[in-house]
């Protein structure tokens, strides 16, 4: 059973920092692209921030500089960032993967973590 778990969510103050860790477990193979999204209240899930198994990043505009996403291959773990939290960055991010043979791949979700950024 492929189970991912995301951690480090939280209460912050604006123009602080968050670092959340998302591990993946389970028979999961050929993982490629390891995601970050968020869903604010009200609004729809939107992609933060996106990895591939080569290293490549790719970010939302309005996470741009303040995020930073990362992969550990060998444990199967994404991790992000967040420095200069908003209050707009409250929401619930999830992490999400694209795992399984070439032509049979797959995304799994992880449940979320909540993060709020208020004063």
């Known amino acids: 059973q492929v189970q991912l778990v995301e951690s480090g969510g939280g209460l912050v103050q604006p123009g602080g920092s968050l670092k959340l860790s998302c591990a993946a477990s389970?028979?999961?193979?050929?993982?490629?692209?390891m995601n970050w999204h968020r869903q604010a209240s009200g609004k729809q899930r939107e992609l933060v921030a996106s990895?591939?198994?080569?290293?490549?990043?790719n970010y939302a505009d309005s996470v741009k500089g303040r995020f930073t996403i990362s992969r550990d291959n060998t444990q199967n773990t994404v991790s992000l960032q967040m420095n200069s939290l908003k209050p707009e960055d409250t929401a619930v991010y999830y992490c999400?993967?694209?795992?399984?043979?070439?032509?049979?791949?797959?995304?799994?979700w992880g449940q979320g973590t909540q993060v709020t950024v208020s004063s």
């Open positions: 990895i591939t198994v080569g290293g490549t990043t």
């Open positions: 389970g028979r999961l193979f050929n993982i490629t692209t």
């Open positions: 999400a993967i694209y795992a399984g043979p070439r032509l049979s791949v797959r995304y799994y």
